[in-house]
């Protein structure tokens, strides 16, 4: 099912004035991307705030209609290395530009006024040259909000050294950990000591966590790929930090409604019924798994999160009002919560 333009037009008004009486946040979204992380960029000679990988000409966006369901895989048949190639070149052309004109271009179509920025560490790097380029490019917007994320190449001990070094280099403001992408092996005592690490950091730099939540059908180690599974962070030491915790993708990533439904949503009321201090965020999610969730998670325990660029936080967030304004009698002001008032109580400390 598809909203369509008349209709997407119509939520982007009423998204837009809610933020007149309360900031909305998007959560969860990545500067680089995070699957191949090879953008090299410059500055945009043509339009100010803009940075380019390559010559291409930077058009800002425009609303459009807005697709409910996940995109469709490739067929089961299509060769693996054709697929991989095809996957780079998609991302080559989401990332083509980056930079505080393209994410406030995108987040002021719905009246989003704060943006959580997570550039994600591949396995066996520090994403030290990422995080320096990351604040050479928005830091001296106040919109945007630092995540650091932990490589896998720290011993446990080295690990809170490593962060207070990051908030002192960077301003950091969210620890971010992708076990799938950046190798954290939670099926070994060497990758959850690490982590536990960083949640115990947590608590005593008062920064909040966000997890990764699922699996990563693109990675094709399927070891590696299953690592954000929620039965591998259920054996973290979560109740180390006394920090807000935010299970991303609703720990649903990847998943259709009916997986989310048996899979994720049993662990997911579990680990939530025993850590008053989880959340979790809507980045990437279907609007059929956001209906279950819904049924299932109470909005004062939801943020809102995109995933942008893999989906613009406009679309993100239209898709997300779709969904409240079947199920609420005030969707406004569960918007309001979900994207205004939980991240604010996350994010709006001084620091």
């Known amino acids: 099912m598809v909203i369509d333009q008349g209709m997407t ?85 989401l990332y083509v530009h980056t930079g505080p004109q393209c994410w406030t271009a995108h987040a002021e179509m719905a009246g989003i006024g704060r943006l959580a920025l997570l550039p994600v560490a591949q396995p066996g790097k520090t994403a030290e040259a990422r995080m320096a380029e990351m604040v050479n490019m928005f830091g001296d917007d106040p919109r945007f909000l630092f995540g650091y994320c932990l490589p896998n190449t720290l011993e446990p001990e080295q690990v809170e050294t490593d962060i207070r070094q990051a908030a002192v280099n960077y301003g950091i403001r969210i620890l971010k950990v992708h076990p799938n992408l950046s190798g954290h092996l939670l099926t ?4 959850r000591n690490r982590l536990n690490a960083l949640l115990h950091a947590s608590r005593s730099t008062c920064l909040p966590v966000i997890l990764h939540g699922g699996p990563s059908p693109s990675i094709e180690d399927p070891l590696a790929s299953a690592q954000g599974e929620l039965e591998n962070l259920a054996r973290l030491d979560l109740g180390g930090t006394d920090q807000p915790v935010v299970i991303a993708h609703a720990g649903g990533f990847g998943l259709c409604a009916e997986e989310f439904q048996c899979r994720v949503l049993p662990q997911l009321q579990n680990l939530m019924s025993r850590f008053d201090h989880l959340l ?72």
Not at 188 to 191: I, L, P, Q, R, V
Not at 289 to 304: C, E, K, M, N, W
């Open 9 to 93: 037009d119509r939520y982007l008004s009423i998204i837009k004035e809610i933020g007149t009486s309360v900031r909305l946040t998007d959560s969860h979204v990545h500067p680089f991307d995070v699957l191949y992380d090879g953008g090299s960029y410059c500055a945009n000679p043509s339009c100010a705030g803009v940075y380019s990988d390559g010559n291409a000409c930077y058009v800002p966006p425009t609303s459009g209609p807005v697709l409910l369901e996940a995109p469709a895989e490739p067929p089961a048949q299509a060769p693996r290395d054709l697929v991989k190639r095809m996957m780079m070149l998609t991302m080559r052309r």
């Open 280 to 351: 979790v965020d809507t980045s990437a999610l279907s609007a059929d798994v956001l209906d279950r969730l819904l049924d299932h998670v109470a909005p004062t325990r939801i943020l809102f999160g995109s995933d942008a660029f893999y989906e613009p936080s406009w679309k993100a967030a239209v898709k997300l009002y779709w969904v409240l304004e079947k199920k609420f009698s005030r969707p406004e002001q569960v918007f309001a919560q979900i994207a205004g008032e939980n991240p604010e109580k996350l994010f709006g400390k001084e620091v």
């Open 188 to 191: 070994s005592a060497e990758g």
